[in-house]
Nanobody
Framework: QVQLVESGGGLVQAGDSLRLSCAAS????????IAWFRQAPGKEREFVSA????????NYADSVQGRFTISRDNAMKKGYLQMNSLKPEDTAVYYC??????????????????WGQGTQVTVSS
């Protein structure tokens, strides 16, 4: 089991950028696929992006493709989500998730084992 702690959320205006971080407790962090999900009020949790164990393979939801970039630093045991050109519809709680046996093609929350507590991102118009 890996403990995850997100940070970097906040209130920004449309068009601004934010960088979310996900700090992991597990020293074998590199053994996990890392993903970002988000959940807006009254909506289901949705997949945003995932990155492979080495960082070589990434996957993005269509809604963020070209605007968001996922990355990781295995030595630092951290994952990142760089969010550019933010839109009001990006407003949500963003969660970091980890899967020991997963793939970057896994986009359903139940395919991930461990979750952070979430960080709020609010984009005003």
């Amino acid at each position: 089991q890996v403990q995850l702690v997100e940070s970097g959320g906040g209130l920004v205006q449309a068009g601004d950028s934010l960088r979310l971080s996900c700090a992991a407790s597990e020293r074998t962090f590199s053994n996990y696929v890392i993903a970002w999900f988000r959940q807006a009020p009254g909506k289901e949790r949705e997949f945003v992006s995932a990155i492979s164990r080495s960082g070589a393979i990434t996957n993005y939801a269509d809604s963020v493709q070209g605007r968001f970039t996922i990355s990781r630093d295995n030595a630092m045991k951290k994952g990142y989500l760089q969010m550019n050109s933010l839109k009001p519809e990006d407003t949500a709680v963003y969660y970091c998730a980890a899967a020991f046996t997963g793939r970057t093609s896994n986009t359903h929350p139940r395919q991930y084992d461990d979750w952070g507590q979430g960080t709020q991102v609010t984009v005003s118009s």
